[in-house]
């Protein structure tokens, strides 16, 4: 065990060395974002609905926070179909994998809603076109037409105008993982993979079969 973590590999080095996952997470999306072509910070969210069915869609990954407390942000409608399945059930599993490098990382965890002030910040920060889309879009429901949607966000540009507020109904989740898996790709389909699984002492680390 050392600073929290409790390493049951034996051989975890290059790539995977490191006592911080989310430290780990960081270095290979910014590794990732000198070699992916498009949204080197794409991620796959899964979640589910009332019938416990899943549903799973990318959306963008926009800040990996500092552990122990942190987690992985991203920012959507509430009242979409994800929104109101996280807000239902707090929790979601998440994939992000990078082609060029033969790499991904899969988190699990749970899910809760970031402060306005971070959300407040990102949005201010968005184009005006992407803030005023966010009042436009009724996001997951029924849509008559492109026209419908064109005719929205103009409504809303002749509202807002080109500073617009943030919509109560947008804002940020955060995952907060309670399992990280990093994996690389090997010859001979004989990968290596190191899963991080919180515990109350810290994280306990273990390489898996591939």
Known sequence: MRDGVKDVSTDRCGPFAGD?????????????????PNDPNAMALAT??????????IVLLKEIEDGPDGGFVFYTNFEGRKGTELLARPRAACV??????????????????????????YYASRGVASRLGAWASAQSRPLASRQELMDRFAAVRRTHGDDPPRPPHWGGFRLRPFEVEFWADGADRLHDRFRWSRAASGWIVSRLHP
């Open 20 to 36: 911080d996952p989310f430290a780990l997470a960081r270095e290979w999306l910014r590794n990732a974002e000198a070699t992916e």
């Open 48 to 57: 589910v609905d009332g019938d416990g069915t899943p549903n799973v869609r």
């Open 96 to 121: 992000i994998h990078w082609k060029t490098m033969k790499r991904q990382v899969r988190l699990r965890g749970d899910v809760d809603v970031v402060e306005d002030s971070k959300a407040d910040a």
